[in-house]
């Protein structure tokens, strides 16, 4: 199977991605089972930012949050 395009969140992504978006700003911990390098990924995809030692989620990931998923890959 063809890896998933990188402007899709994949499962975890998405999962921080929600919680972001009913909850507001989040600890790296509340976004578990996202890890750092996860997180980091999702900064540089603009999907989310560091607001001192929270994430926000940005309208880029709000965007990304709602794409659908293919369902042919």
């Given at each position: 199977?063809?890896?998933?395009?990188?402007?899709?969140?994949?499962?975890?992504?998405?999962?921080?991605?929600?919680?972001?978006?009913?909850?507001?700003?989040?600890?790296?911990?509340?976004?578990?089972?996202?890890g750092?390098?996860?997180?980091?990924?999702?900064?540089?995809?603009?999907?989310?930012?560091?607001?001192?030692?929270?994430y926000?989620?940005?309208?880029?990931?709000?965007?990304?949050?709602?794409?659908?998923?293919?369902?042919e890959?």
């Amino acid at each position: 199977m063809p890896p998933r395009a990188p402007h899709i969140p994949h499962s975890i992504e998405r999962s921080a991605l929600q919680k972001l978006i009913a909850l507001g700003p989040l600890a790296r911990l509340s976004l578990h089972p996202a890890g750092e390098q996860t997180l980091n990924k999702m900064v540089q995809k603009g999907w989310i930012t560091l607001d001192g030692k929270n994430y926000k989620i940005s309208e880029a990931g709000k965007v990304a949050f709602r794409t659908k998923i293919p369902e042919e890959r």
